[in-house]
Each structure stands twice: as structure tokens, then as C-alpha cells.
């Protein structure tokens, strides 16, 4: 399986590159700079220390073209729709997870949600009903993702307005060793993104004794038969 990871070549993108690669899959990291893909493509490896997994770095339309099936979009969120724009009959056949953050200008602790709502119907709306957006991946800390000596600390959210494209990214993100979970459609988005702030805010504060920390779905405990 060969995925295309866009913005690969900053931390959350090496971050999922480097664990997708673990896992035995052939990754793409997509950027606007050829030659920038190709130093991050090889920083990565050089980290995966000949562990199976192949990365490339190619331009973002030349890593589209070569994903199977599943594109990833993990640039800043001001390049977030010019980007797709650029991509968008590219992305024609592919499903594409965002995991994009509309974080405030200037402040991480704080989200600014575009007109449609969130990223991932921003994004939607872009590339029309015919590409399916399926938004995950959102709340995971990048410095977590790129240390392969621990595990993935948080459960995944997934959403998007296609059932079929959701439970096919539910299945891709497993491979991780993390469970994902199907949240709803995609205007689930806005409380999925808006998590993301929250979550920098507590890991920046120094009230809390503790880092990169994630969200977690509980089950409730059983009782006891005695």
C-alpha cells in the first residue's frame, strides 16, 4: 500500500510518516519543494533504521498521483485551501483524510473556525461531493507520533459526510495500534478540531504535571459479580 502524505515534510507529517512506514507501508511525503520532500524522505528513514517501510519525497501532485488510495493532507492551515485548490483534480478517485487544525493566527490555544465550519467542510467544499474528506488524526501530539519507543497515547475521531470512506480510514489508522472511532459526519469536524487548542493549552500549562497528552475513549468498568 502506498500512501501520500502532504506536508510531510513538517513534525505532525514525519510524525505520521514515520509510523504509516513502520507499519510496512510505502509513503510518499508530497511538498511544494521536491528537494525539501526528498531531505525529509530521508531523515526518516535514516530514523526508521532499516525497518520495513519505503519513503519518498516527491512534488504534492507527483505524491497524489502515486498514493493507491489515501491522501493525506497535514500542511499549515493557511496553505490548507490553496492546497487543495492546486490538487483538486489530482485528488479525483482518492480519499483524502484531513487532518488539518484552523488554529488562531498567533495563538495554538485557540481555534478560528473557517465560514463552513471546520477544516474538514472547508475542504469538502473545495473538492466537491465526488472526493471524499474524511477528517482523523487531529489530536495526536507530533512528538508522540515521531518516538517509535512509545505508543500512540490517544484514541483516533474520525468523521466525513461518506460512511464507506470512513470506515476504510478506521481500518488504516488501526494499523497503527491505536483504535479509531467512527464519530459522524463531517460537521462532527468542529468539535473534533476544536479539541486540538484545548489539549495544547493543558500541555503548555504548568499546572499540570504532564505533556503531548491525547484523548482517550473510556468504556464504562463492569461490575463485579460478587
Known amino acids: 500500500m502506498t500512501i501520500a502524505i502532504l506536508g510531510g515534510t513538517g513534525p505532525q507529517g514525519q510524525g505520521l510518516t514515520l509510523r504509516f512506514a513502520s507499519s510496512g507501508k510505502r509513503v510518499v511525503i508530497g511538498s511544494r519543494s521536491q528537494e525539501n520532500a526528498m531531505e525529509a524522505a530521508q531523515a526518516v528513514m535514516e530514523k526508521l533504521n532499516n525497518q520495513s517501510g519505503e519513503v519518498i519525497g516527491l512534488s504534492n501532485a507527483e505524491a497524489v498521483?502515486?498514493?493507491?488510495?489515501?491522501?493525506?493532507?497535514?500542511?499549515?492551515?493557511?496553505?490548507?485551501?490553496?492546497?487543495?485548490?492546486?490538487?483538486?483534480?489530482?485528488?479525483?478517485?482518492?480519499?483524502?483524510?484531513?487532518?488539518?487544525?484552523?488554529?488562531?493566527?498567533?495563538?495554538?490555544?485557540?481555534?478560528?473556525?473557517?465560514?463552513?465550519?471546520?477544516?474538514?467542510?472547508?475542504?469538502?467544499?473545495?473538492?466537491?461531493?465526488?472526493?471524499?474528506?474524511?477528517?482523523?488524526?487531529?489530536?495526536?501530539?507530533?512528538?508522540?507520533?515521531?518516538?517509535?519507543?512509545?505508543?500512540?497515547?490517544?484514541?483516533?475521531?474520525?468523521?466525513?459526510?461518506?460512511?464507506?470512506?470512513?470506515?476504510?480510514?478506521?481500518?488504516?489508522?488501526k494499523t497503527l495500534g491505536v483504535m479509531a472511532y467512527n464519530v459522524g459526519d463531517a460537521m462532527s469536524a468542529r468539535c473534533v478540531e476544536a479539541l486540538t487548542p484545548i489539549l495544547i493549552r493543558l500541555n503548555m500549562s504548568k499546572a499540570v504535571p504532564f505533556s503531548h497528552s491525547g484523548i482517550r475513549i473510556w468504556a464504562p468498568e463492569k461490575k463485579s459479580d460478587q
Open 65 to 173: 498521483a502515486a498514493a493507491d488510495e489515501f491522501v493525506i493532507l497535514s500542511v499549515p492551515w493557511s496553505a490548507h485551501n490553496r492546497t487543495l485548490v492546486d490538487l483538486k483534480d489530482t485528488l479525483r478517485g482518492k480519499i483524502l483524510i484531513d487532518i488539518v487544525v484552523p488554529l488562531a493566527e498567533g495563538n495554538p490555544r485557540k481555534v478560528s473556525m473557517p465560514p463552513e465550519g471546520s477544516a474538514t467542510e472547508a475542504a469538502q467544499a473545495i473538492l466537491g461531493s465526488d472526493i471524499p474528506v474524511i477528517g482523523a488524526l487531529h489530536n495526536v501530539s507530533a512528538k508522540t507520533l515521531g518516538d517509535l519507543e512509545k505508543n500512540i497515547n490517544c484514541d483516533i475521531l474520525v468523521c466525513g459526510d461518506s460512511l464507506e470512506a470512513r470506515l476504510k480510514v478506521i481500518e488504516l489508522i
